[in-house]
């Protein structure tokens, strides 16, 4: 098992930055692919960014948000500038085990409890 616990949510004005950070406990880290997903009031949970030995963002914020890891410290990061109204939402951090369609919800494993952001505009 691995345990994932988010902090660093908060509420921010548009164009503000926040840094998340997720704290890993259990199994060993490294071997994990890590993710970020979000999800606002009435949709979907989304795809935000991922890193194993390289890192994927969704097209929505690329160039904007930068994800890391720490492996020493099992610890995975969001770093988000320019924030806006639209990133309003509760931001999970997930481990997977797999290797491929990484994007997708299902392929993760293991799931925090979530950190609420919130932008005003």
């Known amino acids: 098992q691995v345990q994932l616990v988010e902090s660093g949510g908060g509420l921010v004005q548009a164009g503000g930055s926040l840094r998340l950070s997720c704290a890993a406990s259990?199994?060993?880290?490294?071997?994990?692919?890590m993710a970020w997903f979000r999800q606002a009031p009435g949709k979907e949970r989304e795809f935000v960014a991922a890193?194993?030995?390289?890192?994927s963002y969704a097209d929505s914020v690329k160039g904007r948000f930068t994800i890391s890891r720490d492996n020493a410290k099992n610890t995975m990061y969001l770093r988000m500038n320019s924030l806006k109204p639209e990133d309003t939402a509760v931001y999970y951090c997930?481990?997977?085990?797999?290797?491929?369609?990484?994007?997708?919800?299902?392929?993760?494993?293991?799931w925090g409890q979530g950190t609420q952001v919130t932008v005003g505009s």
């Open positions: 890193i194993k030995a390289v890192t």
């Open positions: 259990g199994r060993t880290f490294s071997p994990y692919t």
């Open positions: 997930a481990a997977s085990a797999a290797t491929w369609d990484l994007t997708k919800v299902g392929r993760y494993n293991y």
